[in-house]
DNA sequence: CCAAAAGTGTTTTAATTACACCCATGC
DNA sequence: GCATGGGTGTAATTAAAACACTTTTGG
């Protein structure tokens, strides 16, 4: 016998990308939000999710719920918080919020969809539920993950320079980096494999690098282990 | 009109304690688990939890079922995961699970209980469901965040001399601290005022410190900001 | 040649570690 | 007195930060 239960659960995700700065130099933290085509909050935007299915993890359901409202594949994936507060919607839902970062090129999928727009992280207007709350969560997250793990290998191509990297580490922390520091750091973290290729066009061709796959990319959580 | 589902929503609690060593010396971290009187895993020992009441808020949850299992009222109280495999029960469960602090002197309430026994974190018997490497992880989190946060708190009375305050990173973290280096750090983290009482009993006296309450005691998650 | 980014070197500061040493109490 | 833990001082090591400097390309 199977009983049944007044709380839903839900899945959604926070999913983070970089988009390039018009005036050039720099990038901002952008993510993807779908417009609410019925109540609760009609109208207004939402982190992309859905229903978790009886026969579904809950982190394929985060993946599968962000795939069909966004078009994306994420390349890092993390359970962020359940939230659950009686008040949060009008029907009892405890939502399983995970996070997850996308490569600006792979970002392009979301933009192909219907209801699907990009905000910038630092100016969001007012999103359905407790949405905002858990966003600036996302982002705590995010700005403190990306100072002891290597997270920031997700919002990069396999192959980038050392600026390339520096300038994702900026725009997580919104400060700049001192260029020669941050090369010793990344050095010394022996989590980099310089290769034979070289980045030109600019000024002097800088070197590209790759992440050393043998080295863990973060701790995603009890189930990794 | 609402929605019934086949999914159900438990909450569970990791609690730790201290229990001072029969040796003398040092102390070791100690958990309370409830012996199960009805299937699935009849007979083995799991975390205190229950359902998730539906108009109940999670962390209200976890308070009440583990002071309904346990008799315990916990210190500090932190959610630490969602745990949903399809498979870790033979029924649909999304358990969210939070992990707990109470003082050894608290802990006494939990002796009390039918069905509830102490177990030494580092030698646990295998428990029902996932209910192992829930643990593991919540060690984990907690000798992590014993690091950079002030949660020792929450396994200390009011007032503590350093020797006691050192006691419990030596329990968590499983090594010896230098005494010297860790007065030092302590102070200079400016989290503790020292009083004018001291600690009699067995050799030179030692002042006691209390927290300084205006100092966060830790990151709670989203909800604490 | 010049601008600009890539990359190296050096100095300073702060934090951590190791460990010697003095202090105050119970016995 | 003396053993023991409380508490202070100090030198060595390591990491972070600030910044001058050299190198290499495109124009």
Chains 1, 2 share one sequence.
Do not use: C
Not at 25 to 50: N, Q, Y
Not at 98 to 116: F, G, K, T
Not at 153 to 164: I, K, M, N, Q, Y
């Amino acid at each position: 016998m199977t009983r049944t239960s007044d709380i839903r659960v839900a899945v959604s995700t926070v999913i983070f990308s970089l988009r390039r700065l018009a005036s050039g130099d720099g990038a901002a933290v952008v993510l993807p939000l779908v417009k609410r085509t019925r109540d609760p909050f009609e109208g207004l935007w939402a982190l992309p999710g859905g229903w978790l299915g009886t026969d579904e993890n809950l982190d394929a359901a985060a993946a599968r719920t962000l795939a069909e409202t966004t078009g994306l594949a994420p390349s890092y994936l993390e359970q962020l918080y359940a939230f659950g507060a009686v008040d949060r919607s009008p029907s009892r839902v405890v939502s399983i919020v995970y996070w997850a970062l996308v490569r600006p090129d792979e970002a392009e999928a979301a933009h192909a969809q219907h209801n699907v727009a990009w905000f910038d992280a630092a100016s969001l207007p007012t999103l359905a539920f407790d949405h905002n709350q858990i966003v600036d969560y996302a982002l705590w997250r995010l700005r403190n993950k990306v100072g002891y793990s290597r997270i920031a290998h997700g919002l990069l191509p396999a192959e980038f320079t050392l600026a390339e990297l520096r300038e994702v580490y900026e725009a997580i922390l919104g400060k700049r980096l001192d260029p020669a520091n941050f090369r010793r750091q990344v050095e010394n973290s022996a989590t980099l494999i310089p290769t034979d290729q070289f980045r030109t066009g600019s000024h002097r061709p800088a070197r590209l690098y790759r992440y050393d796959h043998e080295v863990e990319l973060a701790d995603r959580g009890p189930l990794s282990r």
